[in-house]
């Protein structure tokens, strides 16, 4: 079973189960001059391409929006939605996981800081470049094991 992991905000750090596992970070930065929508057309874009790229996927996991307020909120609620249209257009499954379900499962501390979440990643062999890939790489750990799923990591 194939696994999306997403970390949806401007910066979206995602990760794919495979064999190994792939992941990184995508921008998805608003031009000057550019509609605030611009960020979520790339966004579906680049969702279809991923998807594609991977040969499908059966499960889209991905960290529930917090509602802090200003465009950081808007852009997450935004890319949820845009994730869960396209999920259900295509018939994949999704899994929102809580930020303090996640964190308190790959830290012990639900209010773990995000070079927590970098070191928790390390822990399970990963080398991710930031937080959000880190937070996408849990993700998917997460996810493989509530639903169990083996995952290869990068060799």
Not at 5 to 28: C, E, H, N, R, Y
Not at 62 to 88: D, I, K, N, P, Y
Request: proline share 3%; hydrophobic share 45%.
């Amino acid at each position: 079973m194939k696994i999306l992991a997403l970390d949806m905000a401007t910066k979206t750090g995602w990760a794919i189960s495979g064999s190994p596992v792939v992941s990184g970070v995508q921008v998805f930065d608003v031009k000057r001059g550019e509609s605030p929508g611009m960020r979520f057309l790339r966004f579906h874009a680049w969702l279809s391409e991923v998807v594609t790229l991977a040969g499908g996927v059966k499960v889209i996991v991905f960290e529930q929006a917090h509602h802090r307020g200003g465009a950081a909120t808007q852009a997450c609620v935004g890319m949820v939605t845009h994730a869960l249209s396209f999920a259900a257009k295509h018939n994949i499954e999704t899994m929102p996981v809580h930020s303090k379900t996640l964190k308190k499962w790959a830290t012990g501390k639900g209010n773990a800081k995000k070079e927590d979440m970098v070191k928790a990643a390390c822990t399970f062999g990963y080398s991710p470049a930031d937080d959000n890939e880190a937070d996408a790489l849990l993700l998917l750990e997460y996810a493989c094991r509530e639903l169990g799923v083996i995952i290869k990591k990068r060799g």
